[in-house]
């Protein structure tokens, strides 16, 4: 039975992947570690959790000894628009975080997840169908982590044989958890005003076309290559994944089907729409689809729908 440790696991995607994987592997097997001395109590109450500054190699060795752990899900770090605010504490956290996960992998022998992101390519990369091995030039400090980070954990796999798997994601859109800085917010952001106001005002401009992704493809992907035959991966970097691309008027007209009062407005906002205008307008993942199998189950449509529903609900 897998011992697994989830670092940051109040946020984005750590706190939908905690409940999926105690799901799957029991609920004392999975430790939910977070910066927040007091999680949310969905999330303490429902199995064990630490407290634990990503920063201090100390502790995070002592919790991965005392929990027997065999598998890390590192996902402490800071998004895309929260780094640029501060990109000393991004690097410290990003890149200080990872070094010490892969260190204590090492000394412990733990396969270890790392998400990466579409913010890893840069304004040089091909922006259509952006291939899986490409320019990767990110002109952010949130970029400079990822791309850091995905050889870094290349470099513990080819030097010390480190079980290390990871994916590029894109755009996250969530129901459950609010949004934490990112660049793509707006594509959650949106759902609530909807409903709750009839409008919602944009900080990208029309025709800032981004790959996205519902929670739920994501926290399916993120087990999906945990799980899979080692010998299949063609990559240790990190996978593109994709399951919609649009832009944001798009969005808006799909969400209009379903609130047909519903108004967009636009503020761009100078520190992410350059951001954005640095990042792909679509990712191939035929890697991902070809080594792991990998298929998402929501479109446009389909997530548009099933939002709404679960926040008027």
């Keep these: 039975m897998?011992?697994?440790?989830?670092?940051?696991?109040?946020?984005?995607?750590?706190?939908?992947?905690?409940?999926?994987?105690?799901?799957?592997?029991g609920a004392a097997n999975v430790v939910a570690a977070g910066h927040k001395k007091t999680?949310?109590?969905?999330?303490?109450?429902?199995?064990?959790?630490?407290?634990?500054?990503?920063?201090?190699?100390?502790?995070?060795a002592a919790l991965v000894e005392q929990e027997r752990i065999d598998t890390i899900y590192h996902l402490a770090a800071l998004l895309s628009a929260t780094a640029e605010a501060d990109p000393q504490l991004a690097w410290e956290i990003n890149m200080t975080g990872l070094v010490n996960v892969l260190e204590v992998a090492r000394l412990f022998n733990c396969a270890?997840?790392?998400?990466?992101?579409?913010?890893?390519?840069?304004?040089?990369?091909?922006?259509?169908?952006?291939?899986?091995?490409?320019?990767?030039?990110?002109?952010?400090?949130?970029?400079?982590?990822?791309?850091?980070?995905?050889?870094?954990?290349?470099?513990?796999?080819?030097?010390?044989?480190?079980d290390t798997r990871g994916i590029r994601f894109p755009g996250l859109i969530s129901h459950t958890t609010p949004p934490g800085g990112g660049t793509t917010d707006y594509a959650v952001e949106i759902f609530s005003a909807a409903i709750s106001q009839k409008q919602y005002t944009c900080f990208l401009q029309p025709g800032t076309c981004l790959d996205m992704m519902y929670m739920p493809d994501a926290i399916r992907a993120a087990m999906e290559i945990m799980e899979a035959e080692p010998g299949r991966f063609r990559h240790r970097n990190a996978y593109n994944l994709t399951a919609m691309?649009?832009?944001?008027?798009?969005?808006?007209?799909?969400?209009?089907?379903?609130?047909?009062?519903?108004?967009m407005l636009y503020q761009p906002d100078p520190v992410r729409q350059a951001i954005a205008d640095s990042w792909p307008n679509s990712l191939d993942d035929s890697a991902a689809r070809e080594d792991w199998d990998w298929q998402p189950r929501y479109g446009l449509a389909e997530m548009t729908g099933e939002m709404l529903a679960a926040l008027s609900a």
């Design 245 to 263: 691309s649009f832009a944001p008027e798009e969005l808006a007209a799909e969400i209009a089907r379903h609130i047909p009062d519903f108004a």
């Design 112 to 162: 270890v997840f790392h998400p990466s992101s579409i913010g890893a390519f840069g304004p040089s990369t091909p922006p259509d169908r952006t291939p899986q091995v490409t320019i990767q030039r990110p002109n952010t400090m949130y970029g400079v982590t990822k791309v850091s980070g995905e050889l870094l954990c290349d470099y513990y796999h080819c030097r010390f044989g480190l």
């Design 39 to 60: 999680p949310p109590p969905e999330l303490r109450e429902a199995g064990p959790y630490a407290a634990l500054d990503i920063r201090e190699r100390g502790a995070l």
């Design 2 to 25: 897998h011992r697994i440790l989830v670092t940051g696991a109040t946020g984005q995607i750590g706190s939908e992947l905690v409940p999926a994987l105690r799901a799957r592997y």
